[in-house]
């Protein structure tokens, strides 16, 4: 069965950077795209980061733009989120995504 497992996720100063991870298992982790939610709290799930299978093109949240990177390692099944430059209203739980199956999330505090 599909699996995402997240990890990286930590408490952070604004300005700072995180690197999030995603191992993925139970498909064929090159065929599809994968993408990056994140729910601030007290908010609904919304759109990070997406890594498109054909081509690697990349998208991402305009609020995002400029300072985080998706990119994948085909070898270790694996999907990564480069955050820098990160601010307040970053905090969120992080969650890796392919079709509707979704990880358990990696959660990120930006505070002083």
């Known amino acids: 069965q599909v699996q995402l497992v997240e990890s990286g996720g930590g408490l952070v100063q604004p300005g700072g950077s995180l690197k999030l991870s995603c191992v993925a298992s139970?498909?064929?982790?090159?065929?599809?795209?994968m993408n990056w939610y994140r729910q601030p709290p007290g908010k609904e799930r919304e759109f990070v980061a997406r890594l498109s299978s054909a081509g690697g093109r990349t998208a991402y949240a305009d609020s995002v733009k400029g300072r985080f990177t998706i990119s994948r390692d085909k070898f270790k099944s694996t999907v990564f989120l480069q955050m820098n430059n990160l601010t307040p209203e970053d905090t969120a739980v992080y969650y890796c995504n392919v079709l509707n199956h979704w990880g358990q999330g990696t959660q990120v505090t930006v505070s002083s």
């Open positions: 139970g498909f064929s982790f090159v065929s599809y795209t």
